[in-house]
């Protein structure tokens, strides 16, 4: 069984920032990628960013490019958020997603609400 523990979540002013983290517990792989999407009221999920687990590749939805930066610990088989600059239409459900072709794992999500 594979875990995806995601934390960091909360609320925060606009142009304020948060960091999220998501742990790979239990059965981990050398992922091909890990990444985070989200989902906020009424929407679909939507990808937010990516990182290859070997080459450190990123990959980031337009809307939060120059803002939000994932990074990865492998040693830790932890992946990181760092969003910067968050606006109101940031508010979601954050969802930690490992990806070892073809299966996809995901964490239980983690609530950012940003105020304006």
């Known amino acids: 069984q594979v875990q995806l523990v995601e934390s960091g979540g909360g609320l925060v002013q606009a142009g304020g920032s948060l960091r999220l983290s998501c742990a790979a517990s239990?059965?981990?792989?050398?992922?091909?990628?890990m990444g985070w999407f989200r989902q906020a009221p009424g929407k679909e999920r939507e990808f937010v960013a990516q990182?290859?687990?070997?080459?450190?590749?990123?990959y980031y939805t337009d809307s939060v490019k120059g803002r939000f930066t994932i990074s990865r610990d492998n040693a830790k088989n932890t992946v990181y958020l760092q969003m910067n600059s968050l606006k109101p239409e940031d508010t979601a459900v954050y969802y930690c997603n490992a990806r070892m072709a073809p299966y996809d794992f995901w964490g239980q999500g983690t609530q950012v609400t940003v105020s304006s």
């Open positions: 990182i290859s687990w070997t080459g450190g590749s990123t």
């Open positions: 239990g059965r981990t792989f050398r992922w091909d990628t």
